[in-house]
C-alpha cells in the first residue's frame, strides 16, 4: 500500500469517527492527514509529509476554536428551551401575592402545585403567564 493511500485511509477513517462524535476537531485533524496525503502523492519526503499534516492539523483546530461554532457555550440551563421543555409555556395564575420585593404565586402546573416568582420589570396582573426560567422548584415567569 502506497504512502498516500494510507494518509487518505487514515483521513476516512476520522471523518467517520467525527459523523459519530458530533464534534468538528476529528474533521479538522482530516484536514491535516489529507494535507499529508497530498504531498505523499506528490512524492515528498516522509519528514515533510507529517510537517504538513501536523501544520495544517493544528491551524485547522485554532481556526475552529476560534471561530464561533468552537466556542464554549457558557449559558445557563436555567433558561434554555432546549434543555427545559416547560419553559415558554403558559399557565394560569388566579392571584398574585407581594412576597418582599417580588410578587409570588402558587399555582397548579402538570399536576402539581407550583411556586411561581414574577419576573422582575412586570406588572403583577392575574391572568395567562409564559414560564420563561425554572430556579429549583420556582417557575419564574412574565405575563403573557
Do not use: K
Not at 17 to 29: K, V
Not at 61 to 82: E, I, K, M, T, Y
Not at 83 to 102: C, F, K, M, N, Y
Amino acid at each position: 500500500m502506497s504512502d498516500w493511500s494510507i494518509w487518505f485511509v487514515l483521513a476516512g477513517v476520522l471523518i467517520a469517527a467525527e459523523l459519530f462524535s458530533g464534534t468538528f476537531y476529528l474533521l479538522m485533524i482530516a484536514l491535516g492527514l489529507v494535507a499529508g496525503g497530498g504531498l505523499a502523492l506528490g512524492g515528498a519526503l516522509l519528514e515533510w509529509q507529517l510537517l504538513a499534516a501536523a501544520a495544517v492539523g493544528v491551524a485547522a483546530v485554532l481556526g475552529l476554536r476560534r471561530s464561533r461554532f468552537g466556542r464554549l457555550r457558557r449559558g445557563r440551563a436555567n433558561d434554555d428551551p432546549n434543555q427545559l421543555l416547560d419553559i415558554g409555556q403558559t399557565l394560569e395564575v388566579p392571584a398574585w401575592r407581594q412576597h418582599g420585593s417580588t410578587h409570588v404565586a402558587r399555582v397548579p402546573y402538570r399536576g402539581a402545585l407550583w411556586d411561581v416568582e414574577l419576573e422582575a420589570g412586570h406588572a403583577p396582573v392575574p391572568g395567562a403567564c409564559i414560564i420563561r426560567e425554572i430556579r429549583g422548584s420556582r417557575l419564574i415567569v412574565a405575563p403573557r
